[in-house]
């Protein structure tokens, strides 16, 4: 029996032995993976707070766009009165252009028998006084005297 207290004597301390070794390792191991742990909780919460930042960017981002929708839609309908408006404004333009054609055709035939008018009424008034000269010298009467 004494061989086989010394037989649980030795499994004892290398049991002893083991649990120690796995204790001092564990201490020394857990170090770098405390470390590594703190790392990922430290990269954990930057990505959560980027994440709320982002989500918040995201928030603002889809409000100017609907305000923006909002905006484009009011600017196509106005557009759309506008250029109906435009529409009527040529035509009306169109007409007007028409007309001023209109009116220059007849004021270059006014202005021609105007003057066609004026060249008579010289050629006429030359004619009078040709006549009152003619008459003058017949009768010996000036045409200035009425007696």
Known sequence: MPNNKIGIIRIVAVVVVVIAAWWIGGQVTS???KKDRDAIQSQLSALETKHNQLT?????LKSENEKLKSEC???TTESTKLTAECDVL???NSELNKNLETLRTEHAKLSADYK???EDYEDLKDAVKKLMDVVEEETGVSGNNTG
Request: proline content about 6%.
């Open 31 to 33: 170090s770098p993976v």
């Open 116 to 118: 066609n008018t004026k």
């Open 56 to 60: 918040s960017d995201y928030e603002d």
């Open 73 to 75: 839609t009011t600017l």
């Open 90 to 92: 040529k035509t009306q």
